[in-house]
T-cell receptor, first 114, second 114 residues
């Protein structure tokens, strides 16, 4: 089955700097890669996603890149702000065979220092 | 529109006790699922349902039962609680299985088994 690895497990950055979180997946058939943000005491919330037919996607300060050949995908946050502090999860799935069975990485705890 | 509602928020059980974690969604989502979140292990799928009357096992189904009698509700039952089931449990739903629709999470139930 699918396995998703995520690095780093913790990340501290100064406010205004960029943050990068990297993930790898094992199943070459995976075709959908969402990113979720979890604030303290709450459930994860989708912040951006990318499909396998796209190499990059941006939404304001957030961008995701996908390298299908290497089975890598990354989350980039620019001009970080204290409210970006949270746990971030990457995930992968194959919507053709697994319905919405999404496999999550172990998470990255991001701290933005004012 | 409340989204995904989980009750209770906190629960303490003794080994061997049984209980039901409740999950309800008001978005008319076909797909519902249960995850457990443990430190360093991300979110692991316990059970999922692609519609009323249909359930299936995820990665870690042992010790848990589910049923889906209505579109709105997807309770998770622990028949005989064990300390290994101490975790934070999240219910999630999405619009349609087989499509790249995002998961909507509840705010979780923190369960401690002593």
């Amino acid at each position: 089955g699918e396995n998703v690895e995520q690095h780093p497990s913790t990340l501290s950055v100064q406010e205004g700097d960029s943050a990068v979180i990297k993930c790898t997946y094992s199943d070459s058939a995976s075709n959908y890669f969402p990113w979720y943000k979890q604030e303290l005491g709450k459930g994860p919330q989708l912040i951006i996603d990318i499909r396998s037919n796209v190499g990059e996607k941006k939404d304001q300060r957030i961008a995701v890149t996908l390298n299908k050949t290497a089975k890598h995908f990354s989350l980039h946050i620019t001009e970080t702000q204290p409210e970006d502090s949270a746990v971030y999860f990457c995930a992968a799935s194959n919507m053709k065979t697994s319905y919405d069975k999404v496999i999550f990485g172990p998470g990255t705890s991001l701290s933005v220092i004012p | 529109n409340a989204g995904v509602t989980q009750t209770p928020k906190f629960q303490v059980l003794k080994t061997g006790q049984s209980m039901t974690l409740q999950c309800a969604q008001d978005m008319n989502h076909e797909y519902m699922s249960w995850y457990r979140q443990d430190p360093g292990m991300g979110l692991r799928l316990i059970h999922y349902s692609v519609g009323a009357g249909i359930t299936d096992q995820g990665e870690v189904p042992n010790g848990y039962n589910v049923s889906r009698s209505t579109t709105e509700d997807f309770p998770l039952r622990l028949l005989s609680a064990a300390p290994s089931q101490t975790s934070v449990y999240f219910c999630a739903s999405s619009y349609s299985p087989g499509k790249n629709s995002p998961l909507h999470f509840g705010n979780g139930t923190r369960l401690t088994v002593t």
